[in-house]
Every structure is written in structure tokens, then in C-alpha cells.
């Protein structure tokens, strides 16, 4: 079956810190891995990867993927308040027209 | 560009009735995909649709079920709700299959 595990599930830090949140998946045809912020409602798209070793890189964020140990890291630098949200990783199978499959999730919370 | 909308943002019925929650895609995007959230189970695909045509489905019993409009605006119909249906359910679009899902604020359903 199918899954993506995120971990850890939750995460409390203070503002200026770093923090790594992991991804490992198991998907029969993997096609790309995506990274999410829920903070309220709709879950807004952070990055998409489908090679390893690429980073990408929005301003205090960054992600990597690894295709042979399958698992995937969401780097937040200098962290802020407002990065407080649930971070969602989600693996596309590109077997399923590229269905979407989800992790619970890691809840970070940035206290001031 | 105006995001994903859906209408309306909360809902609360009783057990048996059923109820429609509507979604208005990106404009250009062709391919809407639904999600059900809850605490316990995440994010759970329902359903996706393309060009009018159910293109994927998750496993969710039959009182789900949804449609997709020529002008690619879709609807989820969701009939003998039951307590377990309290939920938020996103509805997310995109341009293509390789593209990322791009989420509206959700439908929060309250079943009583």
C-alpha cells in the first residue's frame, strides 16, 4: 500500500531557530514529491521535486529529495511566528493519473 | 488570477440529509481533485475530475460522488450523511497532471 510518513509530528521552537522536517514515502511510481503550508484553511504550495540531489530554495525554506533512500527534508532557516503552520508532504503516483497521496502532516509552532 | 473558490465556507446538517458544496477552479486549469481533512485521517483524495470526466477516484463508499461542468466548475454531492462526515473538504485544481494542486479554503461540514 502506498504511504507517506511524516515526522515528527509535532514541533515547538523559538523564533531564530532551524528546524528539519522529514519526509520518507513509499509509492509503486513515483513521479514527484510536494511540499505544503496549511496554516488556516487552504494548503499553499510550497515546492515540487522530482530529481534528487536538486535543493530548492525559497527565501528561508528550502527542500531536497532523495529517490534511493525515498524520503525528502524541509529546511527552515531563521525561523519566524509565521512560519507557525502544519507542513504537509504529499507524493504524486504517477501511476493514478497523478493522484496526490498525503502525510498527517508536522505541526510547527514558532513561539515568539 | 483569482484562486480556487468554494462555496460555502461552513455547513451543518443532520444525519440522513445530503448536501452539495461547490468549487470554481484557476481559470485555465482543467483538472479539479477533492480531499476530505479530518484530525485523524489527514488528507484522503475523493475524487478527480478532467474535461467532465472522473478521472481518478479514492476509496470513499458511493454516497460520495461529484461532477464536473463544461466550463470545468465542480460540484461534490455527499447523500445519507453520517456523523463520520464532519470534515473539511478542499477542493483543489490544476493545469496538468504534472502540475501542483492549488487549494480553495474548504467547505467545513458539520454533521449533527
Known amino acids: 500500500e502506498d504511504k507517506v510518513v511524516q515526522s515528527p509530528l509535532s514541533l515547538v521552537v523559538h523564533e531564530g531557530d532551524t528546524v528539519t522536517l522529514n519526509c520518507s514515502y513509499e509509492?509503486?511510481?513515483?513521479?514527484?514529491l510536494l511540499w505544503y503550508k496549511q496554516e488556516k484553511k487552504a494548503p499553499t504550495f510550497l515546492f515540487m521535486l522530482?530529481?534528487?540531489?536538486i535543493e530548492k530554495k525559497s527565501g528561508r525554506l528550502s527542500s531536497i529529495l532523495d529517490k534511493k533512500e525515498l524520503f525528502s527534508i524541509l529546511n527552515i532557516t531563521a525561523t519566524q511566528t509565521g512560519d507557525s503552520a502544519i507542513y504537509l508532504c504529499?507524493?504524486?503516483?504517477?501511476?493514478?493519473?497523478?493522484?496526490?497521496?498525503f502525510g498527517k502532516g508536522t505541526k510547527l509552532s514558532v513561539k515568539p | 488570477k483569482a484562486g480556487v473558490t468554494q462555496t460555502p465556507r461552513y455547513l451543518i446538517k443532520t444525519r440522513g440529509q445530503q448536501v452539495t458544496l461547490s468549487c470554481s477552479p484557476i481559470s485555465g486549469h482543467r483538472s479539479v481533485s477533492w480531499y476530505q481533512q479530518t484530525p485523524g485521517q489527514g488528507l484522503q483524495f475523493l475524487f478527480e475530475?478532467?474535461?467532465?470526466?472522473?478521472?481518478n477516484k479514492g476509496n470513499f463508499p458511493g454516497r460520495f460522488s461529484g461532477r464536473q461542468f463544461s466550463n470545468s466548475r465542480s460540484e461534490m454531492n455527499v447523500s445519507t450523511l453520517e456523523l463520520g462526515d464532519s470534515a473539511l473538504y478542499l477542493c483543489?485544481?490544476?493545469?496538468?497532471?504534472?502540475?501542483?494542486?492549488?487549494f480553495g479554503n474548504g467547505t467545513r461540514l458539520t454533521v449533527t
Open positions: 475530475y478532467f474535461s467532465e470526466t472522473q478521472r
Open positions: 483543489a485544481s490544476r493545469f496538468e497532471v504534472n502540475s501542483p494542486l492549488h
Open positions: 522530482t530529481s534528487s540531489g
Open positions: 509509492v509503486t511510481n513515483f513521479r514527484s
Open positions: 504529499a507524493v504524486s503516483d504517477g501511476g493514478s493519473q497523478g493522484n496526490l497521496i
